[in-house]
């Protein structure tokens, strides 16, 4: 019992929504005459029962803070950009000079259990 309740722990910690920020140095040039802020690179990151049945994601309203929501699918772009828009605010930039974006899959236990991770990074300019 003991080895299965070590895996539900390590499962639930392991679904975590996280950011992070890297600061130019000033004076940088970016696109059109700003000056390039920051990079930031988001993860969320969720394991699901069947690649379809949601066991552990990251909680979109703790961004950085490896809280988890149970049972609920999280993982989409649309998460990542809400917490790009929040470190936007944050950060006191006022556009988004470059972004991109992929998922990525892995299977653990062959199709019994699988991780997902949707990753962001964008580069945030002000003037």
């Known amino acids: ?6 895996l539900a722990a390590a499962l639930l910690a392991s679904g975590c929504l996280t950011s992070e920020v890297s600061h130019a140095p000033d004076g940088v040039p970016g696109d059109g005459g700003e000056e390039h802020m920051m990079t930031v690179e988001i993860e969320n990151t969720g394991w699901f029962l069947f690649d379809c049945i949601p066991i552990a994601c990251g909680n979109p309203g703790g961004l950085d803070k490896c809280s988890t929501s149970v049972f609920s699918d999280t ?3 649309q998460t990542n950009i809400d917490a790009l828009g929040r470190i936007l605010e944050r950060e006191g930039a006022y556009s988004i000079g470059t972004l991109a974006s992929h998922e990525e899959s892995e299977y653990v236990l062959i199709f019994l259990l699988s991780r997902r991770a949707v990753h962001t990074s964008a580069t945030l300019m002000k003037r």
């Open 1 to 6: 019992m003991r080895p299965a309740a070590a």
């Open 75 to 77: 993982l989409s772009l």
